[in-house]
């Protein structure tokens, strides 16, 4: 058995996914006639109560499109210190399109309105950029998986907006965070007026992520994916799998929540060295303190790796390990035996 916990983006597309990607109906979506792509992006609007949506290769793209699709060259873009779009994109919207980059420091992965407020900057002031844009993320992945309830978005949201401000939603993992929380992913994103989800991850697409947001938001987004390399042309092979994906993953992820808490629940009873903030576990990431590993964190991956098990350390000291649709029970069983043993 190989148990890999690294992250969701690790699945695989189930056979039905496979058998719909061999017999998707494709056009050129260069051209915008692809017809699977074309209702892949109806429903996933539909799915997210926005207008229209664009088929692109990646989140971190999907994100950049967003991005330099709400602003201009120069402009400052309000966003969360530990934010998925400042950490992990590479600073792509600095690098390749010239914004600016105002991080805020937010409970647990949450902006504070007032912060926000006091942080936003008009174009009058010729030696500060303006703000151009408001960005949050749900579920918070560095705030280890936490889903942000609506009214704390909502509430950045309002300030945003009576600054005349936009607000993009890094959605990744948005459909986890409306399990955990009860409530439709529409009713959750409703403030946010775009919103980046990716199918890749717990929804087991092979590749692709969805920008939802206005029709005249997309319209600018499908021509701001031209320069960035992310025009397809027979993508209706992808977007066959992400049909099936909203046809059947999206409840099916309450599965993973329940697996990781499993884990969780099971590594803080193990004790001997490790810890886990069992409160924070409200969705599929575990995230594992090494500290009181004698032998380190690096020795503990080496370790479950021998026993055919894989996790990753975000930063020292702590392992995240990450449940999805390839781990069973039986897996996490597994896992928390070996570690056990290993310790």
């Not at 597994?334 to 290993?342: G, Q, R």
Request: hydrophobic letters at 45%; a negative charge; glycine letters at 10%.
């Amino acid at each position: 058995m190989i148990v890999d916990l690294r992250s969701d983006t690790v699945t695989r597309p189930t056979p039905e996914m496979r058998h719909a990607m061999a017999h998707a109906e494709v056009g050129d979506d260069g051209f915008s006639d692809d017809p699977t792509v074309i209702e892949l992006q109806e429903r996933g609007a539909d799915l997210l109560g926005k207008e229209a949506a664009l088929l692109l290769p990646s989140g971190t793209m999907g994100n950049l499109c967003a991005i330099l699709t709400h602003t201009q060259w120069g402009d400052e873009v309000i966003v969360e210190a530990e934010s998925h779009v400042r950490v992990y994109e590479r600073g792509s919207w600095t690098m390749l399109g010239g914004r600016i980059s105002r991080q805020l420091v937010g409970d647990r992965g949450a902006l504070n309105p007032a912060d926000v407020a006091a942080a936003i900057r008009s174009d009058e002031d010729i030696h500060q950029p303006p703000t151009g844009l408001v960005c949050v993320e749900n579920s918070h992945m560095l705030a280890g998986g936490r889903p942000i309830p609506i009214e704390q978005i909502e509430a950045v949201a309002r300030v945003a907006h009576d600054h005349g401000l936009p607000v993009h939603l890094d959605g990744a993992r948005v459909f986890n965070a409306a399990i955990a929380l009860g409530m439709p992913a529409a009713e959750l994103v409703r403030p946010a007026d775009s919103v980046q989800i990716c199918l890749s991850k717990g929804l087991s697409c092979p590749i692709g992520s969805l920008l939802v947001g206005s029709r005249e938001l997309i319209t600018r987004a499908h021509a701001m994916r031209q320069p960035l390399g992310g025009t397809m042309r027979q993508a209706g092979i992808i977007a066959a799998a992400g049909l099936v994906a909203f046809d059947s993953g999206i409840d099916r992820l309450a599965e993973d929540h329940e697996n990781a808490r499993r884990l969780a629940v099971g590594l803080a009873n193990i004790g001997k060295g490790l810890s886990v903030d069992l409160d924070s576990v409200q969705t599929n990431l575990v995230y594992v303190s090494t500290a009181g590993v004698k032998r380190g964190t690096e020795w503990f991956l080496n370790q479950l790796a021998d026993a055919h098990i894989r996790a990753l350390a975000l930063k020292p000291g702590v392992v995240r390990m990450v449940t999805h649709r390839e781990i069973s029970r039986e897996a996490i069983d597994y896992t928390l035996k070996a570690v056990d043993a290993i310790l």
